[in-house]
């Protein structure tokens, strides 16, 4: 593993260089900066600020650019599943999203719109790296976006701004994917071969998956024990309560092989809905999005950033873990419904779009197909059958989010450090006590109501 030294000799050696190159002959590098980020952000991230000061044609001009580079021990690494996210992360950067932008002006469309949805990307490598050690390394750089005024929304609950933007955001992501393979099959097989798979099961039962999700099932089913009469109510919800013995009797013994059922069946493609799945963000909830705002402080940009949960698979993946954790528990089924619908509005608008602009290559009677494959029952009925997804992430993940500043930074130690070790389990089981464990009920009920917990 590289150490940080060696991190900072690369930055100052390489990469101060290959950033600055981006802006062409005319431009003078004056100075520059580095600074490291020792706070929560790089959760299994070594992240280093870095500020150009340069003069473009007479003109003075600060580029400012956040770097990452993977962190912890090679054990870590390896557990944690560094390997693979930081691998898909920059094959994000440096081949899906530039495949995006081709499709787009192949099709007589602007490609800005894949550029307006994630950082200026100035560097993206991963394997062995020159001038970075003998192992296998990451780097990423990105424009900082917060000098420009782009900022994290609320630490949990967003407002309906904020939901229609990140839903206006990520349908179009999906439909490039869904255009990419219609359009473009041969490049549509090397994007997906290229991303590296990320079971939830493991061989050795202490992998990443296996610990977070030991902790969710147990936690939610100590709290459901102790609190079942309450939380049934006195009418006795048989139907409901039926539904969460039979998740407990398929799964509470293995847990992440519910998860993994739902990523490998939704792309079967003996699954008629299968072409439903596609290239994922992953991890698309608020922390991983930067909202721009306008003089009415309403939303008018919005970035994705931390590519490393990177998938091939259903999109309820993306989409109930974002509903889920980013939605507020009252009025959700109205909320819910309004941007699944605001969801495929997006989607199909821009798979429309692009398969339009190429009628040449598809006939008028394979379009109207593709419209009617995609159409918005077909999508809500796939979209029933593995939504659960997001209830499941939000039993290990709400917990962190409800939890204290002080609770959060020492379950972030030790997961750098001993995440098979008890007090680690022990935290888990205790941040933020029943507010968050009422929270996932909610989530759970939801998703008992919306018909989600049909398949399990």
């Given at each position: 593993m590289s150490t940080q030294q060696q991190q900072l000799d690369f930055i100052e050696r390489y990469l101060v260089y290959d950033i600055f190159k981006y802006f062409g002959s005319g431009a003078e590098l004056e100075a520059h900066s580095v600074e490291c980020s020792n706070g929560l952000d790089g959760f299994m991230s070594a992240l280093y600020t870095v500020q150009l000061d340069m003069s473009i044609a007479g003109r003075k001009q600060t580029e400012v650019v956040l770097v990452k580079f993977m962190k912890g021990t090679e054990e870590f690494r390896e557990s944690s599943n560094s390997y693979i996210q930081f691998g898909n992360e920059t094959f994000a950067y440096a081949e899906i999203l530039p495949a995006y932008e081709h499709l787009l002006r192949a099709s007589r469309l602007s490609s800005d719109v894949v550029t307006n949805?994630?950082?200026?990307?100035?560097?993206?490598?991963?394997?062995?790296?020159?001038?970075?050690g003998s192992g296998r390394e990451s780097v990423l750089a990105l424009k900082h976006l917060k000098g420009d005024g782009y900022q994290l929304g609320p630490r949990l609950t967003l407002r309906r701004d904020q939901l229609e933007a990140m839903v206006g955001l990520i349908g179009p992501f999906h439909a490039l994917g869904?255009?990419?393979?219609?359009?473009q099959p041969q490049v549509h097989a090397r994007l997906r071969s290229g991303i590296a798979e990320m079971p939830f099961v493991s061989s050795s039962g202490r992998a990443i998956f296996d610990v977070l999700y030991r902790v969710a099932f147990d936690r939610f089913y100590e709290f459901y024990d102790r609190k079942k009469e309450q939380l049934l109510g006195e009418?006795?919800?048989?139907?409901?309560?039926?539904?969460?013995?039979?998740?407990?009797?398929?799964?509470?013994?293995?847990p992440t092989h519910l998860l993994e059922w739902i990523r490998t069946t939704s792309r079967d493609e003996d699954q008629p809905d299968s072409?439903?799945?596609?290239?994922?963000h992953g991890d698309y909830n608020r922390n991983n999005v930067l909202f721009h705002y306008g003089v009415d402080d309403k939303v008018d940009?919005?970035?994705?950033?931390?590519?490393?949960?990177?998938?091939?698979?259903?999109?309820?993946?993306?989409?109930?873990?974002?509903?889920y954790m980013n939605t507020p528990s009252e009025g959700r089924e109205e909320i819910y419904a309004d941007l699944l619908?605001?969801?495929?509005?997006?989607?199909?608008?821009?798979?429309e779009l692009v398969v339009r602009r190429n009628q040449g290559e598809l006939s008028e009677e394979r379009v109207e197909q593709l419209l009617k494959d995609y159409s918005f029952e077909r999508f809500q009925a796939h979209f029933k059958r593995y939504a659960f997804y997001g209830v499941l992430v939000c039993m290990h993940f709400m917990p962190w989010l409800l939890g204290s500043e002080r609770d959060c930074a020492e379950l972030s130690r030790l997961f750098d450090t001993d995440m098979h070790g008890p007090a680690f389990h022990q935290l888990s089981l205790d941040i933020a006590g029943d507010v968050a464990n009422e929270e996932i009920f909610k989530t759970m009920r939801h998703a008992y109501e919306q018909g989600y917990m049909e398949e399990i």
């Open positions: 949805w994630v950082p200026r990307c100035y560097y993206a490598k991963f394997g062995q790296v020159d001038g970075l869904y255009a990419t393979r219609i359009l009418a006795k919800d048989e139907g409901f309560g039926a539904a969460i013995e039979r998740l407990r009797s398929k799964y509470f013994a293995n072409y439903f799945a596609t290239i994922l940009g919005i970035r994705a950033i931390d590519f490393q949960e990177l998938r091939f698979s259903t999109t309820a993946i993306d989409l109930s873990f974002f509903l619908g605001k969801y495929h509005q997006n989607m199909i608008e821009m798979l």
